[in-house]
């Protein structure tokens, strides 16, 4: 009998074909695989370099980036809405004149003074405001790292709402020291068109004519216009930041730059509205004790409980919807600012406590 070789025991054979080529493949693939490996491997290690080489801010340094970008935020935003401060303004200190709601009111200033009353007080907006929100933002990510310094991180992620108002009341108590003067001399310039010709003009005609502490007249209402304003901003900001990415199943640090964006806008929008609602009494006041001097003797105070008195409940809300648009799109607007610059300026060492 011819031998014939069993198909079991010849490796030439067709039969074992199938088999050769999968351990091929298999073996490709493995191949592959550790080629992707070493890649993303070495692309860590150049990313480590990258950081090594550009390593984190730290202390004064990481503090003034914070309030650098915080001073950019607030000088940007609202000096690009200083014409709808002007308006809002108008329809808060003579609601009479000024009834035909927002955009009545810009025909009216326009009508009667030209565009270029729109950007009354533009000069004190935007350098009040730039100090204001490098003395607002840096000073939140501070008291905030101090917070957590005591409290421990834990701690301070169980009592962060706590946190959150806490610090943005206190940073703001500061910020408005600096703002104060700047503002009494805004809203001079913007109730009294002809009262000077800009900034420094405004500022040393109140000084001379009514002394240093016409400057502080407004600082109660101030304080109590901004720091619930702030704190509102904030902690509604933190929160709605903390339910929009625990509804996408993310963490700030997973996100895109698109999505930082939104979480930014969205958290800013809804924080800026509440607080704008929260800040409106002592905002109208704020507007009518500065667009004229007290009656002799008589104290902030006694002229707050006047005024309030006067204006009733109704008038202590006058201009609500021109200032719901202003504040709203004003504080998601600084956020976005705020946390753009951040990463541009590599300002990340703030740590963060929400869960």
Known sequence: MPYRASPFFNTTSTFFAPAVADRVDQAKAAGQDLVNKAEVKAQDAADAVKAAAKPSPTGADLY??????GALGCAITHGALTPVDVVKTRIQLEPEVYNKGMIGGFRQVIASEGAGALLTGLGPTVVGYSLQGAF?????????KKAIDV???????????????GA?????FFADIVLCPLEATRIRLVSQPTFATGLVPGFLRIVREEGVGALYAGFGPILFKQVPYTMAKFAVFEVASEQILKSWGKTKASLTQGQSTTV???????????????SQPADTLLSKINKTKGLPGQSTTSRLIQMAGQLGVGGLFTGMGARLVMIGTLTAGQFL???DIKKALNATGGVEISK
């Open 337 to 339: 600012i705020y946390g």
């Open 151 to 165: 409290l421990g991180v834990e701690g301070a992620r169980n009592n962060r709402q706590a946190i959150y108002l």
């Open 136 to 144: 607002k933002f840096g000073g939140y990510e501070f008291w905030k």
């Open 64 to 69: 003034s980036r914070f309030a650098l970008a």
């Open 264 to 278: 930014n806008l969205s958290a800013g929008l809804i924080a800026g509205m509440a607080a704008a609602v929260i």
């Open 168 to 172: 943005s009341a206190i940073a703001e």
